[in-house]
């Protein structure tokens, strides 16, 4: 019996699906100013600490749940209608087998997947399918996801054949273009805008300088906001997917100038439905989005750079002291700005800012704040918040043995992953020059840091608890990376495939997301959810469905169920 597409049962979504409950919820939001009444959505938490002559803060930033209502049960909130653009490549290779267990070949796996997200998107979500090969073509136009769009769209899917070659620019263009269109929803932009890339193969044709394609990417961006007249901070999200075969840093750079997102490396051994189904997930469980985050240093307090990872495209600022000002004035001395594209719910972000303190500060700075942050945001209303928080000189530590344990194990933490990510990036640059041999001994460097500032934090720790917690998270770092020197020290593993798994755990650590199932090493999947986590349960359940319809073997999904329930039981627990 062979699957036609369609499926009278789904995974659950409990979200407001109707425009006019959405709008309903919007309004109620706000009052006759527009401006917000609910409580703020974001909570910010600092950590201060003085470890090895180095005094830092850690800021983390959390959404914060619904709250509940007299039942215990989570009080709804209005999703905003998502926008998708799915990409995909039909060059020739696409024509070529994909996996171990299946025949099938790499374009009709990704057809299976577009009938899974066709199948498990909202009807008032918004759906386009653009294909490049030689040249773009708008396969299905975007709109809205309606039963008859949906029957429209899956008929569509059969039709789509390999041609030409890899264009990945032209599919780009035609793909930002479905965004240009009237929007009747809302008088200013009030979509979840998102364009998902998969491609097989390295661009050949277009645009293939990574610069000159982000600038114009830049500019179309910038004409759509014009025309269509949505609001100074409207962005397009892009999630870049690629599988093994070719050095993806196009594709890689791409996904990383335009979300928040993680790299994804699929892996033939694992469900490659189920992966690219992941960042869309994501998406719909986001809180908060357009976060634009400033920090600044107060009262001649600056910046250590050389102590501080650069990322969600960190800008810095050295300010110039107000001769006007008054002499108590708090004064910004120097300022870094950072912008993350969104957040989902049970995620966290963390920004970590190393000080350098003026001379005499004990003097200088005693009864005064030393930082700000100020975070302003979206929210699931599609209301526009701020909100800040101020960091006094007396919260500092002023030496090692003065430091708060609990703030010691959540910056012990941070730390490790940020040295983690530096050794990956080494790595991968060491790859690309062919230098395995140098590659390997930057992982092994990093595994013995990370177990030897492991134990130095120990030594803070009076907490059997928070040991082990720091522990397990060290251990898991420690599993990942050397799962990386193993396929690095493995010339059976191509080159550029080895660049592409590095790359893909290094932006899920820097970005704190998850990314492709393949990228872990067994039981050390760094980042997940539960809402995530159930809905990949049940789309699992319904691609078996498809796989057994059309006679494939279900090892993978197997696989990647009991990956599913390794994730519950953490998460769980």
Known sequence: MAWNGTTSSGPSRNTLRDAGSVAAAIAEAQNSDGKPEREQTLNIQYFCTKLRDKVKVLFQLEPLEPPKNIYGKREAVPQIPMRIVFVLDVSHSMAEPYGSDTKLSKLERIKLFTKL??????????LSIVTFGTTAEVVVPLKKMSSDNKQHAL????????????????????????FNI???????????????????GMANEGITETDELIREI?????????????????????SALGTGGFMPEL???IGQSFSSDAFFFLNEDASIELDLMLPILLKQNCAVDSLKVTVSGLNGVLFDYAGMPCEYGMVSEVCEKDPAAEKDATVVSSRLSYFVYDIAYESTRHISCCLKLPHKHKKLLKGKQVLRIEVTYRDAFLCTRTTEKCVAYAELPTKENRNDESS???AARHECRFNACEALERAAQLVAKLDRT???DALQTAIFNLRGFFEFVSDFCS???????????VDLLVANLEKCDRFVGDFAVRWDDVWGRIKALQSSLSREVPSSTGTYAEGAIAYSSTKVTDKLQSLSDLLREMYVALGMCVSTLDQYQRVVEELETRLYD
């Open 438 to 440: 140098a590659a390997k």
């Open 408 to 410: 010691v194990l959540v």
């Open 117 to 126: 997200l066709i199948n498990t998107i909202g009807h008032e979500d918004n």
């Open 251 to 253: 594709l890689y750079n």
């Open 182 to 200: 009237n929007v009747t929803f809302a008088k200013n932009r009030s979509f979840n805008d998102n364009i998902i890339i998969f491609t097989d």
């Open 218 to 238: 830049q500019k179309k961006i910038k004409v759509i906001k014009e025309e269509c007249h949505y609001e100074s901070d409207y962005v397009i999200k892009f």
């Open 155 to 178: 008929r569509q899917i059969e039709g789509i054949s390999v041609r030409g070659v890899t264009n990945l620019s032209a599919g780009i263009f035609a793909a930002i273009d479905q």
């Open 463 to 473: 907490s059997e608890e928070g040991h082990i917690e720091l522990s397990d998270w």
